[in-house]
């Protein structure tokens, strides 16, 4: 036996960076894109996607490490790295993906739609008659809404909001002269304009650009150069003082809608992080614009093609189904398929029967869960609604469903999140509407940012009071319920609704951390409960007895956790992790963590849903919930895992592991360097996807 010791599980070497492993999921997400074996159309889709995750990654992580230097500069995290190195090695891969998205959507996608006949055609290359309609659509609809804004001795250099589309427009005149004039695109304008008879689409920029001598008739000749600035979303105050970095004095009843309320405002004015220019920009437009904004080149990205790829999702094309994944239509659950949508009394028959497992985005969102609330709002049984809300829909049946059940004078209290990143605004509205028709209704709570997934209609019966729960892993959310996979249990277990209710209480009544007998409840219990699971694993390994974890989450990133799954690993114990984002844990290291297994699923659902199983000496212990195995999951929000007691679902939840883990066709396995890559089907054997086989076989 080797006298070699074990790799150190403190080491630095033994952790990646959270930030640089989420641009490594975000290469994953760009592979779909580049993936000739999927629609067209859906590559595309997923060129936008890309567009769309650029830009949230820089408000959110690079402005965050903006404010880390400025804050913090000497502290690291378990992988050792110093911010400022964090920053520069995010810019170089992010720059590199940029780039790579840029390529891909001008010399592959773009000429593959042409081949299909879906141009999207420079202005320069149209027929005259096209040239005539656009500009007549530029005078008409277009041209009385711009507004320049020159840069001179009488006017200072305009500010640029967050992700606004600008034309820097330099104007010769006939005296040589050069002026600088800033024309934001409007954005209540749609981006792509589609032409006459199917004959493509033209980006808006493109056409303002080619018109201005419409707007600067006396100038002799006219350059313009799309740009872009990225600005950071920074911490909101209330964000802070949950993690304690405010001072302890005793917050005002009711700040935080006034504290996030400033938040917004502050966002317009935020620091930028990244300059976006087209790349035919000239070196001396360019520095003259980074000294204006009071940047450096090194916030510079330059651009090939059109700027704002996440724009790409607004470009509708009708028809071409043969250019797209087959519709995917949900079905009902089996068990509920056959209850008449206004019979309230044969659907919670049907719950007090057994618990029932919802698999979304498979099973029918609108006739199980948002089912389940407007039997609540309508059943003349029911006598109040206790619900969560960290996203929901615009024109949301959800709060339909809520409104009515107030009006009917039932108890509803919803505790939404108001604090749910970029989703502020409309979270206060619907608030505010709930609390207009009656409902209780409670902004968060102090130092903790509120992720519980629960629902529970209390309902008064022959034989007394029962709580009917529902606790998932995703939003009350119709629209991402069609796109997001994710997990929920219907139940009226008595224990499992105490225990839900003791956590509203605790919740809307700021009452003290009760006493949960089922629920995991984070921050109160579920570090430790997680913990002494994993210990268990370990210990039960070394005393001879069946042994392992297996787990499905998005994200992987609490040192504490990892530590003790390298523990674990040393010991023998086989782990199997399935992590969709980002995951500091490095899979697969000799003498490390090499009993431990990490793979990503990537497909044409998001998926979002958590499952933890323990094998628990062979009688395992399953887990779903709302919390990833992250430090801001397990010490800084609220969090709930339920574990599973039918075990009908436990089988269920065992087949959804197992199939995620044959999936030999969208599924990229983790190697011990932190890379990731793509699986195969092996010679001869069938191609496997597990987002296609659920869609399938779900009943």
């Known amino acids: 036996m080797s006298s070699n010791p074990l790799p150190n599980v403190d080491a630095h070497e033994a952790y990646i960076n959270r930030e640089l492993s989420w641009l490594a999921f975000a290469r994953r997400v760009l ?18 996607i890309m567009g769309m995750i650029f830009d949230e990654f820089v408000m959110k992580r690079l402005g965050g490490l903006h404010q880390k230097i400025k804050k913090t500069p000497g502290i690291t995290g378990c992988d050792g790295l110093f911010p400022s190195r964090e920053l520069e090695l995010c810019r170089t891969e992010l720059q590199r993906q940029t780039k790579i998205l840029g390529d891909l959507f001008e010399d592959v996608l ?48 305009p500010f640029i909001s967050n992700l606004s589309l600008n034309l820097a427009v330099v104007i010769t005149k006939a005296d040589g002269r050069h002026r600088f004039v800033r024309l934001k695109v409007p954005a209540n304008r749609k ?105 450096d080149h090194a916030q510079v990205m330059k651009i090939r093609g059109m700027v704002g790829y996440g724009d790409l999702l607004e470009l509708k094309i009708d028809g071409r189904s043969d250019l797209r994944d087959p519709p995917h239509v949900p079905v009902p659950h089996y068990r509920l398929k056959n209850i008449h949508p206004k019979d309230s009394e044969g659907y919670f028959a049907e719950i007090r029967k057994k618990d029932v497992l919802i698999h979304l985005p498979y099973h029918d969102f609108d006739s199980s ?63 505010k509407q709930l609390e207009r028709a009656g ?23 022959s034989d007394g009071i029962k709580r009917y729960v529902h606790v998932g892993t995703g939003n009350y959310h119709t629209g991402t319920a069609r796109l997001y996979g994710d997990l929920g249990i219907l139940s009226c277990h008595r224990e499992l609704g105490e225990d839900v209710s ?41 005393a001879g007895k069946p042994s392992g974890i297996r787990a499905k989450l998005n994200q992987l990133q609490d040192c504490d956790i990892i530590r003790e799954l390298y523990l674990a690993s040393q010991a023998g114990v086989p782990i199997s992790l399935n992590v969709r984002g980002l995951c500091s844990l490095r899979a697969g290291v000799p003498g490390l963590s090499e009993t431990i297994r990490v793979f990503s699923v990537i497909g044409r659902f998001l998926e979002h849903s958590r499952i933890y199983r323990f094998e628990n000496g062979g009688e395992p212990i399953f887990l779903i919930g709302s919390a990833d195995w992250m430090k801001r999951n397990l010490d800084r929000r609220m969090e709930t895992m339920v574990p599973v007691c039918n075990t009908e679902i436990k089988a269920e939840l065992e087949e959804i592991l197992s199939t995620y883990e044959k999936d030999n066709t969208f599924s990229w396995d983790m190697l011990p360097d932190g890379r990731h890559e793509r699986r195969k089907p092996a010679a001869g054997e069938e191609p496997l996807a597990a987002q296609r086989h659920f869609a399938a076989f779900t009943r």
Not at 111 to 116: D, F, G, K, S, V
Not at 121 to 139: G, I, M, N, V
Not at 268 to 275: D, Q
Not at 504 to 530: C, D, K, W
Request: aromatic share 8%; with cysteine.
């Open 31 to 48: 592979e779909m894109a580049e993936d000739d074996s999927q629609p067209l159309l859906e590559r595309v889709k997923f060129a936008g």
């Open 110 to 157: 773009r000429p593959a739609l042409t081949r299909e006949g879906l141009f999207l055609p420079s202005y320069e290359t149209l027929a005259e008659a096209d040239r005539d309609f656009l500009q007549r659509h530029f005078e008409e609809t277009v041209l009385p809404i711009l507004t320049p804004l020159a840069v001179d001795a009488a006017h200072p250099f």
């Open 191 to 295: 981006r792509w304009v589609a032409l006459p008879e199917g004959r493509g689409f033209v980006r808006l920029e493109e056409i303002i650009a080619s018109n201005l001598q419409l707007l600067f008739p006396r100038a002799v000749s006219i350059a313009t150069y799309c740009f872009r600035v990225t600005r950071g979303a920074k911490d909101n105050p209330w964000d802070r003082a949950r993690q304690g970095d405010q001072d302890d004095e005793e917050l005002e009843p009711g700040s935080i809608i006034d504290m996030v309320t400033a938040e917004l405002n502050y966002r317009k004015f935020a620091g930028i992080v990244r300059l976006e220019v087209s790349d035919a920009i000239p070196d001396e437009l360019l520095s003259w614009l980074v000294e204006r904004l009071e940047i």
């Open 369 to 431: 869960i948002l089912r389940l609330l407007q039997h609540g709002a309508s059943d003349p049984k029911v006598l109040a609604i206790k619900l969560t809300i960290y996203r929901t829909s615009t024109q949301s049946p959800i709060i339909r469903a809520l409104t009515e059940a107030a009006e009917r004078g039932k108890q509803v209290a919803v505790l939404v999140e108001i604090t749910a990143r970029f989703d502020e605004a409309p979270n206060i509205a619907w608030g």
């Open 439 to 461: 409902a209780h209704v409670v902004y968060g709570i102090e130092r903790l940012k509120t992720h519980v997934k629960l629902a529970m209609i209390v309902r008064e019966e």
């Open 502 to 542: 003791r956590l509203f209480n605790e919740l809307t009544g700021a009452i003290s951390p009760q006493e949960y007998r089922l629920l995991f409840v984070a921050p109160h219990n579920m570090r430790e409960r997680f913990t002494a699971l994993i210990r268990g694993e370990a210990d039960n390994c070394r």
